[in-house]
C-alpha cells in the first residue's frame, strides 16, 4: 500500500486575491501549528467558511493548519468503491472497514503528538464548549467525516474512535458539523481572537449564557440601551451582565442552570 499525501493548509504567502481554496495547498508540516485531520469523501469542501474571517487569517498565519484525506483514494477496484451494503440487509451503504483502515493508519502516522481520533456520529456525546476547550489544549484533533448509513462498526472498536455528535439531529454527512467543531475550538487558539476577553465572556464559557450586548445607536426605534452600560461604573456593569447571564440562563436551558447551581456549591 503505498502512503498518500494528504491536502494541507498552512503558512503561504498572502495575495489580496487569496481564496479560501487556495489555502489547500501541498505545504510543510508547521512546527508546533494545531492541526485539524479531516477523513472524507468530500475534501473539497474543505476549508469552506473555516478559510474565512479570524479563523481563515489564523490558517494563513500559520497558527492551525488543515489535512484532508480522501476516501476516494483508498477506494476498492477500477471504481475506487468505498462502501458496500449493509450486512443483514436493510437500507443505504455502510463504508466499507478496509478502506477506512488505510485511510485512518495514514493520518495517525501524520499525526503529531496527542491528537484524539473522532467519528462524527449522531450518536456520540455531545460536543460542547468544554470539549472545544479541551481539544485546543491537544495538538489537533483528526475527525472521520461519516456518509450513507454510517461506518463499519469493527473500525471504530479496533481504533478506539470517539464518537461526537453536532446535535440531536441527523445530517447527510460529518462535513458541516466537522466545520462547525473546528471552527469553535481554533477560536480558542492563542493569538487567533483579536481580544482574549472575548473567549471569557461568551457563553458557554463559565457554564451560563451570554449576556445581552449593546452598542450603537444609545437608541433605535424608541429602544435605549440600558442606562447601567452607559454608567461609566464596571462594578455595576459586571454585575449587571452577570445578573442577566444567570437570568436568561435560568429561563431558556434549565439544564444549564441546574448545573451551574451544581458546580458553585461544589
Known amino acids: 500500500m503505498s502512503k498518500k499525501t494528504p491536502k494541507s493548509a498552512g503558512r ?15 505545504v510543510p508540516a508547521l512546527a508546533k501549528a494545531w492541526t485539524a485531520q479531516l477523513i472524507t469523501l468530500f475534501p473539497q469542501a474543505f476549508p469552506g467558511v473555516l478559510g474565512e474571517s479570524l479563523t481563515g487569517k489564523a490558517l494563513q498565519d500559520g497558527l492551525w493548519r ?4 480522501h476516501l476516494r483514494d483508498y477506494g476498492i477496484g477500477k471504481h475506487r468503491n468505498v462502501d458496500d451494503t449493509p450486512a443483514g440487509g ?33 450518536r456520540g456525546r455531545r460536543f460542547d464548549q ?18 450513507f448509513e454510517g ?26 458539523a466537522a466545520q462547525a467543531m473546528i471552527d469553535a475550538t481554533v477560536r480558542l ?9 472575548s473567549a471569557v465572556d461568551e457563553s458557554h464559557s463559565g457554564g451560563l449564557l451570554e449576556h445581552p450586548q449593546y452598542t450603537k445607536p444609545a437608541e433605535w426605534r424608541g429602544r435605549p440601551v440600558p442606562d447601567v452600560l452607559l ?10 451582565r452577570k445578573d442577566q447571564s444567570e437570568e436568561i440562563t435560568k429561563t431558556r436551558r434549565p439544564d444549564l442552570w441546574d448545573a ?6 461544589s
Open 151 to 176: 461506518v463499519d462498526e469493527r473500525v471504530l472498536e479496533h481504533f478506539g474512535i470517539q464518537e461526537v455528535s453536532l446535535g440531536d439531529f441527523v445530517m447527510t454527512g460529518g462535513e458541516i
Open 66 to 69: 488543515l489535512e484532508t484525506y
Open 231 to 240: 454608567s461609566g461604573n464596571h462594578a455595576k456593569i459586571a454585575q449587571w
Open 260 to 265: 451551574h447551581k451544581v458546580k458553585t456549591k
Open 130 to 147: 468544554a470539549m472545544a476547550r479541551d481539544w485546543a489544549r491537544q495538538d489537533g484533533v483528526t475527525l472521520l467525516c461519516g456518509r
Open 90 to 122: 436493510g437500507a443505504g451503504m455502510v463504508l466499507r472497514a478496509d478502506v477506512l483502515e488505510k485511510a485512518i493508519t495514514d493520518a495517525r502516522r501524520a499525526a503529531k503528538g496527542v491528537m484524539p481520533l473522532v467519528y462524527l456520529s449522531p
Open 189 to 197: 487558539l492563542p493569538g487567533v481572537l483579536g481580544n482574549a476577553e
Open 12 to 26: 503561504i504567502a498572502v495575495r489580496p486575491t487569496l481564496k479560501p481554496r487556495e489555502l489547500m495547498t501541498d
